[in-house]
């Protein structure tokens, strides 16, 4: 009897211990970011928005990441007020990283025939690369917004666009695989500013700088300085670590001169490759230009080109800008749609819930706005809407709907789960998720345990109590 029970316990732990650890090997926490409609970038435009029809539908391209993905579509019927021609600017605004091919999804119409755009790279929302992180900044503020749309050149602190430069690049050789290449300079940052490319180790103290590289075939290694010139000093190693000297190397220097922009411009394209054609070429300028900026404060005058590139893994304010024309007193049907995903959190239920945020306030740029219809198309995995900022009718087919002569006074967001409720259980298993973390698996086995040790002792002292 003593062995039948050790067994059934060893075989609740293997299982539990199993299926537990599987289901939360996931993280807890996976970002995205808000959506939104078409906003005027004229607060006086004669146009009056009579409609929208906005359409949550993830039937149609279901992702298996962290949370499913929507096709959202906004569809306007607009109406121009006034008796006279209207050439309409207009702005959709969304949050993206440049890097990530933002616009591939993206379309926008006026009665059913596509509109060209231009694109505009606006303020940081969140710096940090890793979705697990919470957004810093979700400011939707339209001024802001229309700040961006700009055709007025970043001006920097450190330098100006059209100031030359001094780009060295340094063609090293060895017979030796394993020989290490080092350039040291002193400079004072105040006078001149460094921007540096193909190395792989960095050393500072105060105006000292150590920058090395392996010598590998086809590696290209670049010093680019603006301002006051600085003397070079060259060495070669027998190793990463830079302690052993040899002459066993060759090097070539070829310099140019180029204008800041330039050089930017340039790096960026190499780095890049093909880029957007409907982007502001002012915008991509400012973008690393501004990025430049910040470092060279940052790092009292010197960084990487490396660093100047890491800005375009920052998530964005991006901002599609378009016209649409309209004849005196016409009505015209305007549309956008684009994929979307939503926040993943799974900190507090035992499985994930997912939010889908719609930024409402620009619409009040408009002349006038009325009639908003919603309606969500949800997913088989998590086909019920647990929660919502504005009161959805559930309808048959996973669909839910919403009807407002008006806009609300707050944004819309609406949140699914793969139950129609959170229960009890759910919310216990998310608060020791939240609580241990990645050692939740193993604090709910032990409970599980300590609980079944503690009901077999009762049951063995009740058993030795009645004699058997």
Not at 161 to 179: A, I, P
Not at 237 to 264: M, P
Not at 279 to 286: E, G, R
Request: aromatic share 14%.
């Amino acid at each position: 009897m003593k062995k039948t029970i050790k067994v059934q316990l060893i075989m609740i732990f293997i299982l539990l211990f199993n299926t537990i650890v599987y289901a939360n090997s996931a993280p807890t926490y996976w970002t995205d970011f808000p959506s939104t409609g078409i906003i005027a970038i004229d607060k006086n435009t004669p146009i009056k928005v009579l409609k929208e029809d906005l359409l949550f539908d993830f039937t149609k391209d279901y992702s298996r990441s962290y949370s499913p993905s929507a096709k959202v579509t906004a569809l306007y019927k607009m109406e121009n007020s006034s008796n006279k021609y209207a050439s309409v600017q207009m702005a959709f605004p969304f949050i993206g990283r440049y890097n990530d091919n933002v616009t591939d999804d993206i379309v926008i119409a006026a009665d059913d025939e596509n509109i060209s755009y231009n694109l505009y790279i606006g303020d940081i929302v969140q710096e940090s690369e890793y979705p697990f992180m919470e957004p810093e900044n979700t400011d939707f503020n339209i001024d802001n917004i229309l700040k961006s749309i700009t055709d007025k050149k970043y001006a920097a602190n450190n330098f100006k666009e059209d100031e030359v430069g001094k780009l060295y690049k340094f063609n090293v050789s060895s017979e030796d695989d394993k020989t290490n290449f080092a350039v040291s300079f002193n400079f004072d940052h105040e006078k001149t500013k460094i921007i540096f490319n193909g190395y792989n180790r960095f050393e500072r103290d105060d105006r000292y700088i150590r920058i090395g590289s392996s010598v590998v075939e086809d590696r290209a290694m670049e010093i680019f300085v603006i301002g006051e010139d600085i003397d070079f000093d060259f060495k070669g190693y027998t190793n990463g670590s830079l302690e052993e000297e040899t002459d066993i190397f060759k090097y070539e220097i070829i310099t140019e001169e180029k204008d800041v922009e330039a050089y930017l411009m340039d790096y960026m394209n190499s780095y890049l490759g093909n880029h957007d054609s409907n982007i502001s070429y002012i915008s991509l300028y400012n973008l690393y230009a501004q990025s430049l900026d910040k470092y060279l404060d940052k790092n009292l005058g010197i960084c990487s080109e490396e660093d100047v590139m890491s800005q375009i893994r920052a998530a964005r304010i991006i901002t599609l800008v378009y016209t649409v024309d309209f004849p005196e007193n016409s009505k015209k049907d305007v549309s956008v749609s684009y994929n979307t995903k939503g926040t993943m959190d799974r900190r507090k239920t035992s499985e994930a819930q997912y939010t889908y945020d719609y930024i409402l306030n620009p619409a009040r740029n408009w002349k006038d706005f009325k009639n908003l219809n919603i309606k969500i198309i949800t997913p088989e995995e998590a086909p019920y809407v647990i929660n919502s900022s504005i009161e959805l009718k559930k309808e048959d087919n996973n669909s839910y709907t919403a009807y407002l002569e008006k806009l609300p006074k707050e944004d819309f967001f609406f949140t699914i789960y793969p139950k129609e409720k959170v229960t009890l259980l759910d919310s216990v298993e998310g608060h020791l998720n939240r609580s241990f973390g990645y050692f939740a698996p193993i604090v709910i086995v032990f409970v599980i345990l300590v609980f079944a040790i503690f009901v077999i002792g009762i049951i063995r002292v009740y058993k030795s109590k009645n004699g058997n």
